[in-house]
């Protein structure tokens, strides 16, 4: 079950918990594991509204990390850090086996991190990287988000767009998908190969309405733009409104070309049909590989996913079917 925090992070935040409680939920929460062979997972994680990203990957969690797969496990779902925080001091006093991370920021992890290790929990991060040293952790199933913004990148320079004025729209700053998405586009920037025309935000949310309003803002201030660089498929849904809304042509023989990431179903149907010209995938479906390493060995350090890029000349519908995630509106089926 997804909540939006868990029992003890919420107490956490809002009562003081005495010595004596500590020890006896913590012991209570040892006898259960211990009677039912279960083991015990904490599993820290960003809401699934964020995206239909995170949906998948909240859902992929909870489907692989249950009693029937042999685990207790709980998921605290939470786009702030500190509520993050919180919530993962809360399962390391619960005694966890197993410690679960996709931060919300990459950085302010490392105390956290250190008691989980003095506590003899097992660490193992998962989509998002955090800046610490790779001693606070065990082990990394993660989106190369470099090699995810380079990728994009160099599809965008191989368009034939001569000069190339970019809009960028960033998900949550700070994070590690926007930090390793972001980087790639301004270092083209800087090597004379891009100009980034306008450069905004979706915020913590990853907003479609305001990915909607970095556009908007950009046409209302006469900008000059041949591309939409969106760092999820929502944001470029929302940066789509407003080009329609604009009667600014996009897509297949567009004026401006659209790039996406995720792999939702919907956007590459859009990208099948010409409406939007590319995307860049990043895999939600981590849990079962994790499961893997805890039921087998752990590898130490960090394992990339492999991941794809798909545009409108070679998409197929085995592609959408096989790589896809969340609803299929169908072929022909162009989400607005």
């Not at 931060?103 to 097992?122: E, F």
Request: net charge negative.
């Amino acid at each position: 079950m997804v909540a939006a925090f868990s029992f003890v992070g919420c107490k956490t935040a809002t009562t003081e918990t005495t010595v004596a409680e500590t020890v006896a939920e913590t012991t209570a929460a040892e006898t259960t594991a211990a009677e039912t062979g279960l083991i015990k997972v904490g599993i820290v994680n960003l809401p699934p509204e964020e995206s239909g990203y995170r949906q998948a990957n909240v859902e992929d969690m909870n489907n692989v990390f249950s009693q029937a797969n042999g685990y207790d496990a709980k998921q605290t779902n939470t786009a702030d850090n500190s509520e993050q925080i919180a919530a993962a001091k809360g399962y390391i006093r619960d005694g966890v086996d197993y410690l679960l991370i996709s931060a919300a920021n990459a950085s302010g992890w490392d105390d956290t991190l250190k008691s989980a290790k003095d506590a003899g929990i097992t660490v193992i991060l998962f989509d998002r990287a955090i800046e610490t040293d790779p001693s606070n952790y065990q082990a990394a199933l993660l989106s190369d988000m470099a090699y995810e913004g380079k990728t994009a990148v160099e599809w965008v320079l191989k368009q034939g767009l001569d000069p190339i004025n970019l809009v960028l729209i960033r998900g949550q700053l700070g994070s590690a998908a926007e930090i390793g998405r972001s980087a790639a586009v301004l270092e083209a920037e800087k090597a004379g190969k891009l100009k980034i025309v306008a450069d905004g935000t979706g915020g913590d949310t990853w907003s479609l309405e305001e990915a909607r309003k970095v556009v908007e803002a950009a046409i209302a201030a006469n900008k000059e733009f041949n591309v939409i660089y969106a760092e999820n498929d929502g944001m470029a849904q929302g940066a789509v409104q407003a080009l329609e809304a604009a009667g600014i042509s996009h897509g297949k023989d567009g004026k401006v070309k659209i790039i996406g990431f995720d792999f939702n179903r919907f956007a590459l149907r859009n990208v099948q049909e010409g409406y939007w010209d590319a995307d860049m995938q990043c895999n939600p479906r981590q849990a079962a590989e994790i499961s893997k390493w805890i039921k087998s060995n752990l590898p130490g350090g960090i394992v990339y996913q492999k991941e794809l890029l798909f545009e409108t000349a070679t998409i197929t519908d085995g592609d959408i079917e096989k790589w896809g995630i969340n609803a299929d509106p169908g072929k022909g089926v162009i989400t607005r």
